[in-house]
């Protein structure tokens, strides 16, 4: 079973690769943005939140984002560190961690 300092790593750096540079430049990028505040709507924070989400499961096989559309409601006004801090939850929670390779 993974640390939670593993795991919020993974899911800090999936975070970032998926965000930076096509929506916050590197140097601005940090957790405690907010989506409502990158010009982005709903709509492509939920399909940005998916693409995190997918590229977590290279490493969590079993995360699923059966929700995301409600997901991305929920996190769209709140700091991406929320965000993140729930998605470490979700993994820890729910002993989700598969060695994959």
Same mark, same amino acid.
């Given at each position: 079973?993974?640390?939670?300092?593993?795991?919020?790593?993974?899911?800090?750096?999936?975070?970032?690769?998926?965000?930076?540079?096509?929506?916050?430049?590197?140097?601005?990028?940090?957790?405690?943005?907010?989506? =409502?505040?990158?010009?982005?709507?709903?709509?492509?924070?939920?399909? *940005?939140? &998916?693409?995190?989400? /997918?590229? #977590?499961? @290279?490493?969590?096989?079993?995360?699923?984002?059966?929700?995301?559309?409600?997901? =991305?409601?929920?996190?769209?006004?709140?700091?991406?560190?929320?965000? *993140?801090? &729930?998605?470490?939850? /979700?993994? #820890?929670? @729910?002993?989700?961690?598969?060695?994959?390779?």
């Amino acid at each position: 079973m993974p640390t939670r300092i593993q795991v919020n790593y993974d899911v800090n750096r999936a975070m970032f690769h998926v965000l930076v540079p096509t929506l916050i430049p590197e140097d601005e990028y940090n957790v405690g943005l907010k989506p =409502a505040n990158l010009n982005i709507g709903p709509e492509p924070w939920a399909d *940005r939140l &998916s693409a995190i989400f /997918e590229a #977590l499961r @290279a490493k969590y096989a079993e995360l699923h984002a059966e929700d995301i559309r409600i997901k =991305a409601v929920k996190t769209y006004d709140r700091p991406l560190a929320h965000t *993140r801090d &729930s998605i470490v939850d /979700e993994i #820890l929670h @729910a002993s989700l961690w598969f060695p994959t390779g």
